[in-house]
T-cell receptor, first 114, second 115 residues
């Protein structure tokens, strides 16, 4: 079966712009989580959605937001981009809420803010 | 306080050697889960194992084995007879039931297997 698909794979944006990243989970999976990976901070949890509801959220400013649609696809949005937002953004899907479930990750979207 | 500590930032071993990646975690929960993930150069994280806090039984899967010791809050990962394909960044992670199972990752250990 198809894995987790993240689009686009690469993105270059200018400071102050906004960006939307997309994640299509594995068919049948209802939970989608987002992570930011940077060399300095490592992998940091952004938020998790389960059945269209945000289940929990990491310590990121309000410029980072997300949503999940009825088909479980998820988007995350970053507004007013800053240079420090340059990172690899990873999406993970699982059957149920993460934590006690195996999570499958996509290849990520590499965002560069210039 | 850091919840998951992977003290080894980078390790290099020669192929066929055994190597152990250390992971120390911190939690006050009695119900929690520990994970190991592998991140090859392609970028996606690959799930290796999940262990819940009530199951201290060690696990072996082929050349991989995991040693979970609650007494020392450690969940170490050993690769036996390492191969070049094992070269990757390995992450240990923790999720706590009291925090809605949010997964917290360690900083990762970059493993180089030299031919």
């Amino acid at each position: 079966k198809a894995g987790v698909t993240q689009t686009p794979r690469y993105l270059i944006k200018t400071r102050g712009q906004q960006v939307t990243l997309s994640c299509s989970p594995i068919s049948g999976h209802r939970s989608v989580s987002w992570y930011q990976q940077t060399p300095g901070q490592g992998l940091q949890f952004l938020f998790e959605y389960f059945s269209e509801t945000q289940r929990n959220k990491g310590n990121f400013p309000g410029r980072f937001s997300g949503r999940q649609f009825s088909n479980s696809r998820s988007e995350m949005n970053v507004s007013t981009l800053e240079l420090g937002d340059s990172a690899l953004y990873l999406c993970a899907s699982s059957l149920g809420p993460t934590g006690d479930q195996e999570a499958f990750f996509g290849q990520g979207t590499r965002l560069t803010v210039v | 306080a850091q919840k998951v500590t992977q003290a080894q930032t980078e390790i290099s071993v020669v192929e066929k050697e055994d190597v152990t990646l250390d992971c120390v975690y911190e939690t006050r929960d009695t119900t929690y889960y520990l994970f190991w993930y592998k991140q090859p150069p392609s970028g996606e994280l690959v799930f290796l194992i999940r262990r819940n806090s009530f199951d201290e039984q060690n696990e072996i899967s082929g050349r991989y084995s995991w040693n979970f010791q609650k007494s020392t809050s450690s969940f170490n990962f050993t690769i036996t007879a390492s191969q070049v394909v094992d070269s990757a960044v390995y992450f240990c992670a923790l999720s706590e039931a009291s925090r809605d199972d949010k997964i917290i990752f360690g900083k990762g250990t970059r493993l180089h297997i030299l031919p």
